[in-house]
């Protein structure tokens, strides 16, 4: 029994170190692709002797730089959201994507772009905080209604239901006030309107949800192997869950409020982790915010080589990585991730 322990710890060291450094490289390389072609040199320069008198120094400072870091908070935070959710609800087909609370908060900007035609970032983070808890209570609400409760499989479809009511919703209101254009960049889910203004917003939300993700792992440990255990362990089921559903909508609103509809992250991830570093939440939620993260940058970079110089919407790109995942899962797991 040590000895897969040991290993797993050795793995969990692995993915936190290479992972990071492979992060850090593929940021590097979202600098340097783009519609203007830029040498490592001239980052290197633009960090460390700014000359705002050089196009590609603006570039890179106030364009490239902040869309990279970025995508990697937000592709950590839906990773992080969706393993948070599978360990509390034992439910491998979990993820905000799936489950409506990304949904939710979709709806709620497109409320808030239907009255008030200039929003503030911190007015749509905090209506999108709003959405998503009530794509999440909907979603928990429509899967009880049945007598024999809660299962994941139920779970799955009361958020693909909820989603197609939010969805079908929010297309109808921005139809109906003509800001159709002005909410079109979230439906598709981009970083190409990127500032640091988006950053400087997401950084503290993101450190807090990572700290208190990682106190909440053992207790999330518990939870995946089933309420009954997890009370005989002495954990507060219920102040975990409360906790942990807070956390989820604090990190997908705010990942929504920034860009928009970006699938399958959260339900991708956290069952790669899982099968690299096994259950253990304290090692799953920093490794799955690393591999988010890793993602999310890539799928960005390659959102911006399908068709130079125009971009593909990169929820686009992580669509076609996570809905064969999301058949696979259906097909031959479907149920909880213990």
Sequence with gaps: ???PMRYQNVTASLILTLGFVLLIGSMILSILYGAADIK?????????DFNGSESSHQIIRNLRIPRALAAALIGAALAMSGAIMQGMTRNALASPSIMGVTAGAMFSIAILFAITSSPSQWMMMIWGFAGAGLGTAMVFLVGSISKSGLTPVKLALAGTAVTAVFQSISTALTIHFNVAKDISFWYAGGLSSIQWIHVQLLAPVFVIGLIIAVILGKSI???NLGEDVARGLGQQTRLTK???TLVVLM???AAVSVSGTIGFIGLVIPHITRFLVGADYRTIIPC????GGLLLVIADTVSRMINPPFETPVGTVTALIGVPFFLYLARNDGGSTS
């Excluded at 490592?40 to 460390?48: C, P, Q, V």
């Design 1 to 3: 029994m040590k000895q």
């Design 40 to 48: 490592l040199a001239t980052i290197w320069r633009s960090i460390m």
């Design 221 to 223: 440990s518990a939870l």
């Design 242 to 244: 409360f906790i942990g």
């Design 251 to 253: 990190l997908t609103g």
């Design 288 to 291: 799955a915010a690393i591999l």
